[in-house]
């Protein structure tokens, strides 16, 4: 019990170092030490070193964000785009709030593997859920049958997730409601309900 409170306050310091937009790279250990008022040997007892501690919040932040794509069902009754559209407004949400450790995971997955593989599986696993979901959908017949799934679901999800990005460096937070409602509506025309050709 003691140890996972450790891990919780270590975790929470590198997060509060984080919201005051330092970059990562410029965070030391002895910073994180002393934010979360414990020890060297304390902070390497629980981390092999800053990079696992990022990778720790990386993995939280994707299974939050897993979770919200696995509660989103195409086949419920109501209009797939809007709820797609609500969908992607909490995605964005979860984006915002978790905007520095996005920014800290994409900075240091450029020259470590670990955190990288980190960065990759959180798309991965949307990918999956994302193919799942379509190939359901052509089995279901509410698909059309011309859709490539996997193609399909690589370009809305690597795509979407670089156009999530590149939409909250750039907006305010103004724009989040449309930007959600144009996505929904590109991925759910695009491909769950493109018209047969």
């Known amino acids: 019990m003691q140890a996972e409170a450790t891990e919780v306050r270590l975790l929470s310091a590198v997060t509060q170092l984080l919201n005051t937009g330092e970059p990562f790279t410029a965070i030391s250990v002895q910073r994180i030490i002393d934010e979360a008022g414990v020890s060297r040997a304390t902070f390497y007892a629980h981390f092999a070193g800053k990079s696992d501690i990022l990778a720790r919040l990386s993995a939280q932040l994707r299974e939050s ?26 995605v964005i949400a979860v984006h915002r709030n978790h905007r520095n450790l996005i920014t800290a995971i994409h900075e240091v997955a450029a020259y470590d593997p670990e955190v990288s593989n980190f960065y990759t599986a959180d798309l991965e696993g949307f990918d999956e859920h994302v193919l799942e979901t379509l190939l359901a959908e052509q089995d279901a017949g509410s698909t059309s049958q011309d859709v490539d799934a996997v193609a399909a679901s690589r370009i809305i999800v690597w795509g979407g997730g670089q156009a999530i990005a590149r939409h909250i460096s750039v907006d305010d937070g103004n724009g989040d409601a449309s930007f959600a409602r144009e996505l929904a509506r590109i991925w759910w025309y695009g491909a769950y309900r493109r018209p047969a050709e």
């Open 65 to 90: 964000l897993l979770a919200l794509a696995r509660q989103w069902d195409p086949a419920t009754g109501e209009d797939g785009a809007d709820r797609f559209t609500r969908f992607f407004e909490e």
